[in-house]
């Protein structure tokens, strides 16, 4: 029996890499597949579907102008590490097109990101590209008590962990539709009460992007300026950066030999 740890621990590094990621488009509410509506609407990456009352997810010329689209919903990013999941959940908001979000999150468009529990390994498989839509009960993991609970794959692949902090994690995707670095900082941001809209105060939260800056973090300036050392045998790095950044790559070998030899 496995037993899983109470603390979120995206910050240590995995056991092994390459790690198995998956994306999912959780949706809930009271009009997911039984509600008023006969079918039930939305945008995909690939393109407009519906997802039958049977659970099939089948492709449409477009969706209907009255379709209803209401519902709860997020995007669940799982990653392997090692015996469990860790993973984010990433806010999209309520709106018929929020499960494009994720290819649109860049310096200028980041999405709210918070931190999930661990969670079994059997959580990484419950889609795949041919097998797109699970069902989750009504009462069970993903669902409510009154309505099933769907997960739509949106994307899948292996992922390298890039430089990880308790206030920082890089991670280095590659899939069929999110390729490259991806980052979730600690920023703090204004509360602002719902009644008044005045700022009621401050909370720490993660925001996640896809930055223009492609470089990892351990190759930058600002590292070796604020004198960062990742884990001793660690260079958080993916294979491709050894061609892309090689002398970059050479600098940081010598930086990490000589920092990791004075601790």
């Known amino acids: 029996m496995i037993t899983l740890k109470v603390?979120?621990?995206?910050?240590?590094?995995?056991?092994?890499?390459?790690?198995?990621?998956?994306?999912?488009?959780?949706?809930?509410?009271?009009?997911?597949?039984?509600g008023e509506e006969p079918y039930f609407y939305i945008?995909?990456?690939?393109?407009?579907?519906?997802?039958?009352?049977d659970g099939k997810l089948i492709k449409v010329k477009r969706i209907p102008p009255n379709a209803n689209l209401k519902h709860s919903s997020h995007i669940d990013f799982r990653i392997e590490w090692g015996d469990y999941l860790i993973g984010w959940t990433l806010v999209t908001g309520n709106t018929g097109d929020d499960m494009l979000k994720i290819m649109h999150a860049t310096d200028r468009r980041k999405m709210l990101a918070i931190s999930k529990a661990v969670e079994p390994y059997a959580w990484l498989e419950i889609t795949t590209p041919k097998k797109p839509l699970f069902i989750s009960p009504r009462g069970h993991v993903g669902a409510t008590r009154k309505?099933?609970?769907?997960?739509?794959?949106?994307?899948?692949?292996?992922?390298?962990?890039?430089?990880?902090?308790?206030?920082?994690?890089?991670?280095?995707?590659?899939?069929?539709?999110?390729?490259?670095?991806?980052?979730?900082?600690?920023?703090?941001?204004?509360?602002?009460?719902?009644?008044?809209?005045?700022?009621?105060?401050?909370?720490?939260?993660?925001?996640f992007w896809k930055p223009k800056d492609q470089k990892p973090?351990?190759?930058?300036?600002?590292?070796?300026?604020?004198?960062?050392?990742?884990?001793?045998?660690?260079?958080?790095?993916?294979?491709?950066?050894?061609?892309?950044?090689?002398?970059?790559?050479?600098d940081t070998l010598l930086y990490l030999l000589e920092g990791w030899g004075n601790v």
């Open 7 to 34: 603390r979120e621990p995206f910050w240590e590094y995995p056991p092994k890499e390459p790690c198995k990621w998956v994306m999912h488009y959780h949706i809930r509410g009271p009009k997911i597949l039984f």
């Open 43 to 53: 945008k995909h990456p690939l393109g407009p579907f519906k997802i039958t009352q």
């Open 147 to 207: 309505t099933e609970g769907v997960f739509v794959h949106l994307d899948s692949g292996l992922l390298w962990p890039g430089t990880l902090k308790p206030t920082f994690a890089e991670y280095f995707l590659e899939g069929s539709l999110l390729q490259g670095r991806y980052v979730l900082r600690s920023v703090v941001l204004d509360i602002i009460d719902p009644d008044t809209q005045r700022k009621a105060g401050k909370d720490h939260v993660f925001l």
């Open 217 to 250: 973090y351990i190759l930058s300036k600002r590292a070796k300026r604020k004198g960062y050392l990742p884990p001793k045998g660690e260079v958080p790095i993916a294979p491709q950066h050894i061609k892309e950044y090689t002398s970059d790559l050479y």
